[in-house]
């Protein structure tokens, strides 16, 4: 089936560092890809929409400037915590639509971002 | 009008239960409600998902109930087993490509021996 391999699982960085995220699609080609905030106990925020050739869409009160996307190929998007904090610790999840007949999303397996 | 209301926040199911979990919508457009199966620390796993044209979806032990007047679905888990203990989470979203997914705002359920 569809797979997004998503890395690094885990990374921990020092305040005023910036961290990337990435998200491949594996034997399909994604050319959207959503990029989720989970805090614990709590439900997936909608970050931002990232489409393959354009500028990403961010919901609103996302600081774009911090929360870089780049979603430079079909099988490829990037998320970069700027000058991280340790206010933007939380998990990170990425999501493309499976397009094509099937419908549904499949996710990554996630990011744990911890900014010590 | 994008929430995705989501009852309840916790459950405790005996194994060999049944755990009910419902959830709430007020999009009409909305026309795929999936449900996700989410353990600490990975992401979200499609569990089971319907489409307005149909009332009832079963798979495994899995059924989901889905109400278009009401505007409500529910997620059935038969027989659970304390390896269904997991963090819950229902969606919505409309079809077509790239519409973004509306989540619930999830349900702890905890399988006790």
């Known amino acids: 089936g569809a797979v997004v391999s998503q890395h690094p699982s885990r990374v921990i960085c020092k305040s005023g560092t910036s961290v990337k995220i990435e998200c491949r699609s594996l034997?399909?080609?994604?050319?959207?890809m959503f990029w989720y905030r989970q805090f614990p106990k709590q439900s997936l925020m909608l970050m931002a929409t990232s489409n393959e050739g354009s500028k990403a869409t961010y919901e609103q009160g996302v600081e774009k400037d911090k929360f870089l996307i780049n979603h430079a190929s079909l099988t490829l998007s990037t998320l970069t915590v700027t000058s991280a904090h340790p206010e933007d610790s939380s998990f990170y999840i990425c999501s493309a639509p499976l397009g094509g007949r099937a419908y549904g999303y499949t996710f990554g397996s996630g990011t744990r971002l911890t900014v010590v | 009008q994008q929430q995705v209301k989501q009852s309840p926040q916790s459950l405790i199911v005996q194994k060999g239960g049944i755990s009910i979990i419902n959830c709430a919508y007020e999009n009409t457009a909305f026309d795929y409600f999936p449900w996700y199966q989410q353990f600490p620390g990975k992401g979200p796993a499609l569990l089971i998902a319907?489409?307005?044209?149909?009332s009832e979806k079963k798979e495994g032990r899995f059924t989901i109930s889905f109400n278009k007047s009401a505007k409500q679905f529910s997620l059935h888990i038969m027989d659970s087993q304390p390896g269904d203990s997991a963090t819950y989470f229902c969606a919505a979203s409309t079809t077509g490509g790239g519409n973004k997914l509306t989540f619930g705002t999830g349900t702890q359920l905890k399988v006790e021996l």
């Open positions: 319907i489409r307005p044209d149909v």
């Open positions: 034997d399909f080609q994604a050319t959207t």
